[in-house]
């Protein structure tokens, strides 16, 4: 994975935005030493979106068999570790 720095972002952010939608390359974006962001192709956010989904699912299915009722999902997402 590629690192840049929020700055040099800023002047390339069109060449950039171009080698993730088409080569899938991922960037990080850091300031101050710090990482900040991620660039991904749209087809990675369908994978973690997918994967947060499947874990809710799970985590709300948990918790139904352990208190035998229904749990809102808002509170099953909050019990959920990734």
């Known amino acids: 994975m590629t690192r840049v720095a929020a700055n040099e972002m800023?002047?390339?952010?069109?060449?950039?935005?171009?080698?993730?939608?088409?080569?899938?390359?991922?960037?990080?974006?850091?300031?101050?030493?710090?990482?900040?962001?991620?660039?991904?192709?749209?087809?990675?956010?369908?994978?973690?979106?997918?994967?947060?989904?499947?874990?809710?699912?799970a985590a709300a299915k948990k918790a139904k068999a352990e208190k035998g009722a229904n749990v809102p999902l808002d509170k099953a997402k909050k019990n959920t570790k990734l």
């Not at 850091?30 to 749209?42: M, S, T």
């Open 10 to 57: 800023r002047k390339d952010f069109a060449e950039a935005l171009n080698r993730v939608a088409y080569t899938g390359e991922r960037i990080i974006i850091h300031r101050r030493g710090r990482d900040a962001a991620v660039l991904v192709p749209i087809e990675d956010l369908a994978l973690i979106e997918a994967a947060e989904d499947k874990a809710d699912i």
